[in-house]
């Protein structure tokens, strides 16, 4: 069991890692490596895509888009590993969703966030996701979107 959550964990960081240089201006919630190493290692990062708009309707219209074109491109090119929802200790593959109601714990509109939440396990094709991802910024995020 510890072995699976210091793997679930590395695959985790290095996915992150390589969002973040790949795809700079999104916003990625994870644990900060100084307390990863006080023994803090999940496996669920938030991913808060960039928007584009001329208004906060805008952006946000363009980020749920945005949000569902990636997992659903995900979930379409890695069917066998990649699922749409969010379950923490899973054994294999790689868990995206955007949150429901009662997993933010809100019931008004206005409280509710728009971002995805990914879950990663210790068992999955890392550099599979890593090039379906890039792609998904090639293609959807760089330019159609101009970002």
């Not at 959550?5 to 644990?31: E, H």
Request: glycine residues 6%; charged residues 25%; hydrophobic residues 35%.
């Amino acid at each position: 069991m510890n072995q699976r959550i210091a793997d679930a964990y590395r695959n985790t960081r290095d996915f992150v890692s390589f969002i973040q240089r790949n795809l700079p201006g999104a916003k990625i919630d994870f644990v900060s490596e100084e307390l990863a190493d006080q023994g803090f290692t999940p496996s669920v990062f938030a991913l808060d895509l960039p928007a584009q708009g001329n208004t906060d309707e805008e952006r946000e219209a363009h980020k749920r888009a945005l949000n569902l074109k990636l997992i659903h491109r995900m979930i379409a090119q890695i069917p066998q590993e990649s699922k749409f929802c969010v379950s923490y200790g899973q054994l294999k593959g790689c868990y995206w969703t955007i949150p429901a109601t009662s997993t933010q714990g809100t019931t008004k509109e206005g409280d509710k966030d728009y971002i995805v939440r990914v879950a990663v396990s210790p068992d999955l094709d890392l550099e599979l996701h890593k090039q379906v991802f890039a792609g998904f910024v090639e293609e959807d995020v760089v330019v159609k979107s101009g970002v």
